[in-house]
């Protein structure tokens, strides 16, 4: 699916990508979409904030050209682009699960979100662990959430855990300093990703409840 038909039929081609978003679809629908939609317009785009209009226009071609959009790849990933002059298109792909997802990798992972949050605004990825019984975010206190973070504090709230941030979490993982009982990935693609290396009951749960959302979106379209 690629949105801006319109202007596509015109000669319309997308410049240099400044903000790039891929959310995970379910049976051709947007599991998180009123999260995923509160978290873009808390985005950046070239330094600017995204608009009311473009966050109404993404709303818009969700609930018109989605389902037809994702035919191919029905539990695939959305793809939003917005490139420097502002023009924004949407198109869907295949989804590929992240292998052999040890604490390294994704802390790796978070550490380079965070380097896109210093440009847009909001990390896709955060590293997150669980610590005696809480659960411990590594964004600064005053970071934006993404979606996903929204969802796994929703969830943290419903099984008793409270949630503390660590700004330097990620990079403490990388060192082997962050004193973790369970590590798992939060991601606007991926989900609740647990760790291979330090996974656990905790962010099993987690990852459990995702993954009935997924399967709630899925029901829906039977």
Same mark, same amino acid.
């Given at each position: 699916?690629?949105?801006?038909?319109?202007?596509?039929?015109?000669?319309?081609?997308?410049?240099?990508?400044?903000?790039?978003?891929?959310?995970?679809?379910?049976?051709?629908?947007?599991?998180?979409?009123?999260?995923?939609?509160?978290?873009?317009?808390?985005?950046?785009?070239?330094?600017?904030?995204?608009?009311?209009?473009?966050?109404?226009?993404?709303?818009?071609?969700?609930?018109?050209?989605?389902?037809?959009?994702?035919?191919?790849?029905?539990?695939?990933?959305?793809? *939003?682009?917005? =490139?420097?002059?502002?023009?924004?298109? !949407?198109? /869907?792909?295949?989804? @590929?699960? $992240? &292998? +052999?997802?040890?604490?390294?990798?994704?802390?790796?992972?978070?550490?380079?979100?965070?380097?896109?949050?210093?440009?847009?605004?909001?990390?896709?990825?955060?590293?997150?662990?669980?610590?005696?019984?809480?659960?411990?975010?590594?964004?600064?206190?005053?970071?934006?959430?993404?979606?996903?973070?929204? *969802?796994?504090? =929703?969830?943290?709230?419903?099984?008793? !855990?409270? /949630?503390?941030?660590? @700004?330097? $979490? &990620? +990079?403490?993982?990388?060192?082997?300093?962050?004193?973790?009982?369970?590590?798992?990935?939060?991601?606007?693609?991926?989900?609740?990703?647990?760790?291979?290396?330090?996974?656990?009951?905790?962010?099993?749960?987690?990852?459990?409840?995702?993954?009935?959302?997924?399967?709630?979106?899925?029901?829906?379209?039977?």
């Amino acid at each position: 699916m690629t949105v801006e038909k319109d202007a596509q039929m015109e000669g319309f081609t997308l410049g240099a990508p400044a903000l790039v978003c891929r959310w995970r679809l379910a049976a051709r629908t947007l599991p998180m979409e009123n999260r995923l939609l509160r978290a873009l317009s808390r985005r950046r785009a070239n330094g600017a904030p995204v608009s009311p209009q473009l966050v109404a226009w993404a709303k818009q071609h969700i609930e018109w050209t989605l389902a037809d959009g994702a035919a191919a790849h029905p539990d695939g990933v959305l793809m *939003l682009i917005i =490139d420097e002059e502002g023009r924004a298109a !949407m198109t /869907v792909g295949p989804y @590929e699960p $992240l &292998a +052999h997802p040890t604490t390294s990798l994704l802390a790796e992972r978070a550490c380079a979100a965070e380097l896109e949050a210093a440009r847009t605004g909001v990390a896709p990825e955060t590293l997150w662990g669980v610590r005696g019984d809480a659960l411990v975010w590594g964004r600064p206190a005053d970071a934006a959430p993404s979606a996903i973070d929204t *969802l796994v504090s =929703d969830l943290a709230r419903t099984v008793g !855990m409270s /949630v503390e941030r660590d @700004e330097l $979490l &990620a +990079h403490r993982a990388l060192d082997g300093d962050a004193r973790l009982d369970e590590t798992f990935l939060a991601s606007d693609e991926h989900g609740v990703v647990p760790s291979s290396t330090a996974s656990g009951p905790r962010s099993a749960r987690l990852a459990q409840g995702y993954a009935r959302l997924l399967a709630a979106a899925s029901a829906k379209r039977r």
